[in-house]
């Protein structure tokens, strides 16, 4: 008999992914280019030059990854919307073909009885608009608004659970300012200009979503908890620098309706020059929410260090004097993330102390982790270190809302092994594992746990 923690009757449990790391078919009816199409091929930006042209072909396979939903007995499954599908070049009318897709995914999940839950942004920013500025201009915002709407007019008298941003700490920081991800640029202001402007994005979407019906609006945030590797002082400052880019940039605009004073010890002015910033964004950002999604996956330990590039003019928005110590203590998963599941406890319970009423019932709309599965001679995949993490966090989840924080439901990340951004498909975070060679999918110990957790509730 398996001792599952407990959550309320209501709790959502749901699995999710995203558009361009499952559909592959990037070239199929009339989908334009996305950031990340032109990213992946450029010469050493992702591992071994691996590519979203096929993914895991979900494109054409989505009914048999419905039917693993299915059996799997989540109540919610959320996917993204592939701007450049719906629009190819980011701006005006909707490319029929793509809708009608995302159409039949919707359909198919109903059927199923499963809530189609969708981000309206998962990263893959049409190329077009990218040329154009990308999320450095403040166009983009307003062509996000205008993509939004094509979306909800279609879907949300069927879609219940909207999420305009995915992560949006990741567009801003790893796309423009450590390059890491697409569109691979490295940049001061222009990064935190990108930040803004995704705000701004947001804002502007959530008025399109409700005016269209969708029930619940959201932002997903991925948020960390930080500790100083120290009591001493300059730890402690360092600490509150990684906290102001990683959380405090996005949550107090989100939920105060203001950018944080911490932002000043954290960018210099030359960096900081706020000329993005307009008078009334901060309203606008600050429309208020039905839910903040949260992905959580591991804590950052920091302490205080130089600026990496000590020439204040070539300097990076992401270089803000603190660097990473690690948990040696800790295990760590396959992309090298120390697994400690108190510290989500800790994060939100900290989240529900600083924003009080303010904070919109949570969601923990990722959580998941990368393992190195290989199927065994008995064909199957025996993933126990993703269980032992999953059941950890469950239990954290469950333990923060016995400390009084509104949290609704949880979504492991991912239904499926998929492209994971840089790594290509090097790293595995499914609970089905997907033979690339063939599409043949595997469902890990894990989905089978997962599954039993489910329906000992029901
Ligand atoms: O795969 C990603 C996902 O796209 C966004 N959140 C983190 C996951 C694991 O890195």
């Known amino acids: 008999m398996n001792d599952f923690p407990s959550f309320p009757p209501r709790f959502v449990f749901g699995a999710a992914t995203a558009a361009f790391q499952i559909e592959g078919a990037t070239g199929e009816d009339g989908r334009g280019l996305s950031i990340w199409d032109t990213f992946a091929r450029r010469p050493g930006a992702v591992l071994g030059g691996d590519t979203g042209d096929v993914a895991c072909d979900h494109y054409h396979r989505y009914r048999d990854d419905i039917a693993l939903l299915k059996e799997l007995g989540v109540r919610s499954y959320r996917f993204s919307v592939s701007w450049p599908r719906v629009q190819p070049t980011g701006a005006g009318p909707a490319n029929t073909a793509g809708l009608d897709f995302y159409e039949r995914v919707v359909d198919g999940l109903l059927e199923a009885g499963i809530e189609p839950a969708v981000t309206l942004y998962h990263w893959d920013l ?32 069927r879609v219940p659970r909207w999420i305009t941003l995915n992560e949006p700490w990741c567009s801003a920081f790893l796309g423009y300012g450590n390059g890491l991800h697409a569109p691979g640029a ?13 705000l701004v994005a947001h804002g502007l979407s959530v008025p399109v979503l409700r005016e269209a019906g969708a029930r619940e609006v959201g932002i997903t945030l991925n948020l960390d908890h930080v500790v100083p590797a120290t009591g001493a002082p300059d730890d402690v400052a360092a600490a509150l620098r990684a906290e102001t880019q990683r959380n405090l940039l996005w949550t107090e605009p989100l939920f105060k309706g203001r950018y944080p004073d911490s932002e000043d010890d954290t960018w210099e002015e030359l960096i900081r020059r706020q000329l993005f910033r307009r008078s009334g964004d901060l309203d606008i950002i600050s429309a208020p929410l039905d839910f903040l999604g949260i992905n959580y996956y591991t804590p950052s330990v920091v302490r205080n260090a130089p600026h990496r590039e000590p020439d204040p003019l070539a300097r990076t928005a992401d270089d803000n004097r603190f660097e990473g110590v690690g948990m040696p203590e800790a295990r760590h998963t396959a992309v090298g993330w120390p697994v400690a599941p108190h510290t989500l406890h800790e994060l939100l319970v900290s989240l529900g102390r600083r924003y009080g009423d303010a904070l919109p019932p949570v969601y923990l709309t990722e959580n998941g982790s990368a393992e190195d599965d290989v199927p065994a001679s008995d064909g199957a995949v025996h993933d126990a270190e993703r269980i032992a993490y999953l059941d950890g966090h469950l239990r954290a989840v469950a333990a923060a809302i016995a400390d009084g924080v509104d949290v609704r439901g949880y979504y492991v990340w991912s239904l499926l092994d998929n492209f994971e951004w840089a790594y290509g498909y090097s790293k595995r975070f499914g609970l089905v594992y997907v033979d690339y060679a063939t599409q043949r999918r595997v469902p890990k110990d894990s989905f089978h746990w997962y599954r039993a957790l489910i329906s000992a509730r029901t």
Request: negative net charge; proline residues 4%.
């Open 186 to 198: 490295r940049e001061g202001t222009p990064a935190l200009a990108a930040a803004h402007h995704l």
């Open 126 to 157: 049409p190329q077009a608009l990218e040329e154009q500025g990308g999320w450095r201009h403040r166009d983009t915002a307003y062509r996000f608004a205008d993509y939004a709407r094509l979306v909800a007019d279609r879907l949300a008298d």
